[in-house]
Nanobody, 123 residues
Framework: QVQLVESGGGSVQAGGSLRLSCAATSNINCMAWFRQAPGTEREGVGTVDREGTTRYAESVKGRLTISRDNAKNTLYLDMSSLKPEDTAMYYC????????????????????WGQGTQVTVSS
C-alpha cells in the first residue's frame, strides 16, 4: 500500500504564499494535486510525472508550481499570489497505472490519496 501525507497548509492573506508538501512511501510516476472547496467538486490543480513534466489548470498558472524530489519521495506545491478563491482542502494523489500523466487529470485514475491539508486565503 502507498501512503501519502500532506502538510504545510494554513491561513494566509490574499497575495501571500505557502508551500505544501506530500510525503509518499514509494515513488509513483504520475503525481497530482487536487483541491476541493466546500460545496464544490474536487478539481485537478496540476500534475507532474517522474521526469518533472508539469501541467496546470489555467486558473493557477503562474501562481502555483508543482515539483517533486524523487530521492525523497516527496511532492511539493509552491503557492504564491494566493487569492481567496484558492481556499480549499488540498490533496495529493498518485496514479500507479500510468507511465505519464494525462493532459487533464481524471480523478478515478488516482488510486492513492492523502488525507488533505487546508488552505485558507482571506481577503
Amino acid at each position: 500500500q502507498v501512503q501519502l501525507v500532506e502538510s504545510g497548509g494554513g491561513s494566509v492573506q490574499a497575495g501571500g504564499s505557502l508551500r505544501l508538501s506530500c510525503a509518499a512511501t514509494s515513488n509513483i510516476n504520475c503525481m497530482a494535486w487536487f483541491r476541493q472547496a466546500p460545496g464544490t467538486e474536487r478539481e485537478g490543480v496540476g500534475t507532474v510525472d517522474r521526469e518533472g513534466t508539469t501541467r496546470y489548470a489555467e486558473s493557477v498558472k503562474g501562481r502555483l508550481t508543482i515539483s517533486r524530489d524523487n530521492a525523497k519521495n516527496t511532492l511539493y506545491l509552491d503557492m504564491s499570489s494566493l487569492k481567496p478563491e484558492d481556499t480549499a482542502m488540498y490533496y495529493c494523489a498518485a496514479d500507479p497505472g500510468a507511465l505519464l500523466c494525462r493532459i487533464t487529470p481524471i480523478r478515478s485514475d488516482f488510486m492513492y490519496w492523502g488525507q488533505g491539508t487546508q488552505v485558507t486565503v482571506s481577503s
